[in-house]
């Protein structure tokens, strides 16, 4: 893809000017047409120009850091049992908080259902885009990169364990949108005692003048990554063209908009700039345009590394710079200082775009022609599954199923230590081994739920030659089908 357009489609100019040069945000005008690499978009008075999200990076999540400090959460320990099992009133008030999602901050049941569904049937396109865009444009941010260095938070010069994080937050992606709403709570309130701990140990051990301004993890930039993980899968998908509604994406939002109060997001950021698919939009646009005008661009080709050999793709390395590169257009790679791949991982990318668009309409084409099939729900779940056991199987160390508990891995008392890189690449004690049988089942009714479209065209192909030679042999028999056609002969 070279260049895209965010924002209301009738706003789409027909021409995209290359010559726009990116200035100061807080020189543009309501109605200015704005380019940063290849996205472009129309400045509106909702746009956030650097001072006001400079703003936002003073506060961090103070409930959350009161109860790392309560509880004395250490490195290593799964939070969420001592949490669960404190009576101290402040931590019971925190869970209070922290569980219910506020009414006006809810999703509807509809739209739920319908966020799901949604991530299940693009369950593949949405987990490229998130490890190829949304963490690989993350990593590129200059404020956001001295936590993630001085914590290894995928920076790490030890690929498997950059990889292993990568499965890790995959799992929480997972929990958050294929799980039970009670197994997302506890993933993401582990997470955010995590990135608590994170916050209040690199205050204390870490110079201020090394973590940049604000405060460590503070509330833009988790603004800023949940954009990431919601607005910016939407736009590839638009792009690629795979299909979505306008109701599609205000159910994703919703749904995000609360996964983003069980992390700790102020109920102001998300009332306001995640109430509905045109505010995010608006909020992801800033903020893209914010950390890309001087971006890093060497982070991002170490995460797009660590991506390289990996199911299910198993693509190397320039098949991802190149997946990298189509998804986010290649002026934005450019800056970000992503290579290009090649001839081959070019027609490798296509390809692949051919087929995830294929799955798409052939599961539209079945669903609306023989809808007693469900062949797109019975499809969609199983990649579910699939995608849930091969995380399982990577956060096991390919040697057992296990689930990440969300520990403090790096040690805040040594934040530049080599130690760091080589952090918990190994299975934790709690894994079980994986039922190979299970797995073997639902691997098998994938390939027969995929040869049932195979099976059914040469059906209907074996039908219309027969009726065809049939008709065409007997000139009376013909007669007899247009008779029965409604037609009459002449
Ligand atoms: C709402 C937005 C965010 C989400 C959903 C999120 C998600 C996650 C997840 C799932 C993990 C666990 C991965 C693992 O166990 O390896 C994690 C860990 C971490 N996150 Fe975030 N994150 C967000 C914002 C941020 C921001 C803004 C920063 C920093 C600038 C950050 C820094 C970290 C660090 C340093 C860790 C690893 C801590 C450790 O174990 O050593 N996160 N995050």
């Given at each position: 893809m070279s260049s895209y357009y965010v924002g209301p489609a009738h706003l789409r100019p027909s021409t995209l000017p290359d010559d726009i040069e990116s200035q100061n945000s807080q020189n543009y005008i309501p109605g200015d047409l704005v380019r940063i690499g290849s996205m472009y978009f129309h400045w509106t008075e909702k746009h956030l120009d650097s001072k006001q999200l400079k703003q936002m990076r003073y506060?961090?999540?103070?409930?959350?850091?009161?109860?790392?400090?309560?509880?004395?959460?250490?490195?290593?320990?799964?939070?969420?049992?001592?949490?669960?099992?404190?009576?101290?009133?402040?931590?019971?008030?925190?869970?209070?908080?922290?569980?219910?999602i506020p009414t006006h901050l809810q999703a509807t049941k509809e739209q739920k259902t319908l966020a799901r569904a949604y991530f299940a049937r693009l369950i593949g396109p949405l987990l490229v885009v998130l490890g190829h865009y949304s963490l690989a444009g993350g990593f590129s941010s200059q404020e956001i990169m001295p936590v993630l260095k001085a914590t290894n938070y995928l920076t790490s010069p030890n690929l498997a364990a950059v990889t292993r994080r990568l499965y890790e937050t995959t799992q929480w992606v997972m929990d958050v949108m294929t799980r039970d709403e009670s197994v997302g709570w506890e993933a993401s309130t582990r997470v955010r005692l995590l990135h608590a701990q994170v916050r209040t140990r690199l205050l204390r051990s870490l110079p201020s003048a090394a973590l940049g301004e604000g405060v460590p993890i503070n509330q833009q930039h988790m603004a800023t990554t949940l954009a990431a993980f919601s607005v910016l899968p939407i736009w590839c998908m638009d792009n690629l063209k795979l299909r979505t509604s306008q109701k599609d994406k205000e159910a994703c939002i919703a749904v995000w908009r609360g996964i983003g109060h069980w992390m700790g997001l102020s109920q102001a950021i998300l009332e306001t700039h995640f109430a509905?698919?045109?505010?995010?939009?608006?909020?992801?646009?800033?903020?893209?345009?914010?950390?890309?005008?001087?971006?890093?661009?060497?982070?991002?080709?170490?995460?797009v590394?660590?991506?390289?050999?990996?199911?299910?793709?198993?693509?190397?390395?320039?098949?991802?710079?190149?997946?990298?590169r189509m998804l986010m257009g290649d002026k934005t790679a450019d800056l970000l200082g992503l290579p290009t791949g090649g001839y081959r991982s070019w027609v490798g990318v296509r390809l692949w775009c051919c087929t995830v668009w294929i799955l798409d309409y052939l599961a539209l084409f079945l669903d609306t022609i023989f809808p007693f099939m469900r062949w797109g729900t019975r499809h969609a779940d199983l990649q579910v599954k699939l995608v849930q056991y091969l995380i399982a199987w990577n956060v096991g160390n390919k040697k057992r199923f296990d689930v990440t508990k969300f520990e403090l891995k790096f040690d805040p008392d040594n934040v530049q230590n080599e130690a760091n890189t080589q952090l918990h690449t190994k299975a934790s004690s709690n894994c079980?081994?994986?039922?190979?049988?299970?797995?073997?089942?639902?691997?098998?009714?994938?390939?027969?739920?995929?040869?049932?479209?195979?099976?059914?065209?040469?059906?209907v192909m074996v039908v219309i030659y027969y009726l065809g030679a049939a008709a065409l042999s007997t000139p009376s028999r013909m007669g007899q089908l247009f008779a029965f056609s409604g037609h009459t002969e002449v």
């Open positions: 506060e961090g999540d103070p409930d959350a850091d009161e109860i790392v400090q309560i509880l004395d959460l250490r490195k290593g320990v799964d939070a969420l049992p001592i949490l669960l099992a404190s009576k101290n009133p402040t931590v019971l008030m925190f869970m209070e908080a922290a569980k219910t509905s698919w045109g505010a995010a939009e608006t909020y992801a646009a800033s903020a893209v345009y914010h950390h890309n005008v001087a971006p890093n661009n060497t982070q991002p080709a170490i995460l590394s660590a991506l390289a050999n990996q199911p299910p793709l198993f693509g190397k390395l320039p098949f991802h710079f190149e997946m990298a079980r081994p994986p039922n190979i049988d299970e797995v073997r089942r639902t691997r098998r009714r994938y390939i027969q739920v995929m040869l049932e479209p195979v099976a059914l065209s040469l059906l």
